[in-house]
């Protein structure tokens, strides 16, 4: 089916999404709400991709839906909101898609025959109606599809690609690993929580060993589990190797019998050791708490080093006890 451009009158500068993400939030009396995490469109068969609102980051971590009907403006290095916000987590809905989550890195072919490219940004404008849409995209030629290797940028139109709907090779997370790059584990795994499965098993596997170890120790279980399980056995041994042994016993526990035996004989021999000790114990007991990696200090050290050392963030809880 053809695309059908949708008539835009701006009554405003384009707003770019990739710089959109990290904007400060503000009611209109000036306090600070949150931050830019996302932008949430919905892609049409025809007509131009409807914004209908934004993710923002509040004060305690949580990630909120702010429609755009409650989008006062949009500024540079602000955005000011009525300041009506539903604090609820937000939850993805079927028909919407993730602007820096699932369409930031996409490769489209153009419609006129002439290649590839890539999404680097997306642009969004209001109509008369002062309604959102998509307006231009960002992107750049592949001049080899072997490579990937990168050629001229340019801004075309919506209609002008295919494949923008749907995914249909495989699809980097540079931009999105790039905004998350100084983000603390937890902020990642909630991140990748929100995405859809197939997308949230494409992020994970680019992230390095340790770096998705960490975020693993993050997610709940379900989540966890279909990642691991989508690594290949060598590079799922990796990040078992990197985990904290409780943590790797705790992931190696949910596994099929058959699956974890396998992960067990590829993980280097002395990690997978300290696995299989763990998993001696019952889940509940003490030894099924506990970790194999000491807390060492030296012998003047007193009380209140000790204390402070196994208080620790980087430090597994079970330590602390």
């Not at 709940?220 to 409780?246: C, F, K, N, W």
């Amino acid at each position: 089916m053809e695309h059908v451009k949708h008539s835009i009158k701006p009554i405003g500068s384009r707003v770019f999404i990739g710089k959109l993400a990290g904007t400060r939030v503000f009611d209109p009396v000036g306090d600070n709400i949150g931050r830019v995490t996302d932008v949430i469109t919905v892609l049409r068969f025809t007509g131009l991709p409807t914004v209908v609102g934004l993710v923002v980051e509040v004060a305690t971590h949580r990630r909120v839906f702010v429609p755009v009907t409650r989008i006062v403006a949009i500024a540079p290095g602000q955005v000011i909101t009525t300041g009506l916000v539903n604090i609820r987590q937000f939850r993805q809905r079927v028909a919407e898609t993730m602007v820096m989550g699932e369409l930031m890195d996409r490769v489209l072919s153009m419609r006129d025959g002439s290649g590839e490219v890539k999404i680097q940004d997306m642009c969004m404008e209001q109509d008369d109606r002062r309604d959102w849409y998509i307006t231009k995209l960002y992107v750049q030629r592949i001049t080899s599809a072997l490579a990937l290797s990168r050629g001229e940028t340019l801004l075309v139109d919506p209609s002008e690609v295919t494949h923008l709907r749907k995914s249909v090779l495989p699809q980097e997370a540079t931009t999105l690993l790039t905004q998350l790059e100084d983000a603390k584990a937890a902020d990642v795994a909630d991140v990748l929580a929100d995405l859809p499965e197939e997308r949230r098993i494409e992020v994970a596997a680019q992230l390095g060993d340790e770096r998705l170890a960490d975020v693993l120790e993050e997610l709940g279980q379900e989540d966890r589990v279909s990642i691991l399980t989508s690594l290949d056995v060598a590079r799922a041994a990796d990040v078992l190797d990197v985990m904290q042994p409780d943590d790797a016993t705790d992931l190696v526990n949910e596994l099929p019998e058959k699956q974890a035996q396998i992960l067990l004989a590829e993980m280097e021999p002395e990690e997978a050791e300290d696995v299989r000790r763990l998993m001696a114990y019952g889940e509940r007991t003490a030894g099924g708490l506990m970790t194999t990696t000491p807390v060492i200090l030296p012998p003047d050290a007193d009380v209140a080093t000790l204390l402070a050392h196994v208080r620790r963030q980087d430090i597994p809880p079970a330590l602390a006890a």
